[in-house]
């Protein structure tokens, strides 16, 4: 079993749908909490940080984490065709070392 | 967030040649990452080089393979040696953030080996 995983899609939504992604992972010691987004043939761009459980909330973008189930989610309102691209979830009991979930692919159609 | 540049930005090399990445950042840091994304994989993390210190490498991955400098605070470079096409991938810098495990990575080298 990955310590992280998360669904690869592709998930195809229309212009202004609410988006659900979402990681489990098994490791109780994961403290940090991150979201990238990577477009094509660029780097991954960090969205969004948690540390520990709770909500945090940037513009159209919240991130949820459940200590309790290992499950974290991102929920992007108002989706745009620009929101088109790959998200990684990321986790870290600290220390430098960060595991990467395989990412989910989104396309926002207009 | 530090701005990140890598050169060469991809590049198609031969079997059983070297190809040196480089790994340029706009303000100095103690800490930079070398990963590999393959497609549809998470990202690896090939090695860990802090300025001054040899390199950490993680399991699987070893020096004779993918040697790796750090001469100063704003740069670093990456050789994948001796390239078979199981080395095809992406290969990503990046650079810790002023937050615990925050990283903020570079564009990413496409590499294919034929």
């Known amino acids: 079993q990955k310590e992280v995983e998360q669904d690869p899609g592709p998930l195809s939504v229309p212009e202004g749908a609410i988006v659900s992604l979402n990681c489990t992972y098994s490791n109780s010691a994961f403290q940090y909490f991150m979201w990238y987004r990577q477009y094509s043939r660029k780097g991954p761009e960090l969205l969004m940080y948690t540390y520990s459980s709770g909500n945090k909330e940037d513009g159209r973008f919240t991130a949820q984490v459940d200590k309790s189930s290992k499950y974290i989610s991102l929920f992007i309102r108002d989706s745009q065709p620009s929101d088109s691209a790959t998200y990684l979830c990321a986790m870290s009991a600290g220390g430098f070392k960060t595991i990467f979930g395989a990412g989910t692919r989104l396309f926002v159609k207009a | 967030s530090a701005v990140i540049s890598q050169k060469p930005s991809r590049d198609i090399c031969q079997r059983g040649t070297s190809l040196t990445i480089q790994c340029q950042v706009d303000s100095q840091v103690t800490m930079m990452f070398w990963y590999r994304q393959q497609p549809g994989q998470s990202l690896t993390l090939i090695a860990t080089a802090n300025q001054g210190s040899e390199a950490t490498y993680e399991s699987g991955f070893v020096i004779d393979k993918f040697p790796i400098s750090r001469p100063n605070l704003t740069f670093s470079t990456l050789t994948v040696s001796n390239m078979s096409p199981e080395d095809s991938s992406i290969y990503l810098c990046?650079?810790?953030?002023?937050?615990?495990?925050?990283?903020?990575f570079g564009p990413g080298t496409r590499l294919t080996v034929l």
């Open positions: 990046s650079v810790e953030g002023f937050r615990s495990n925050e990283q903020f």
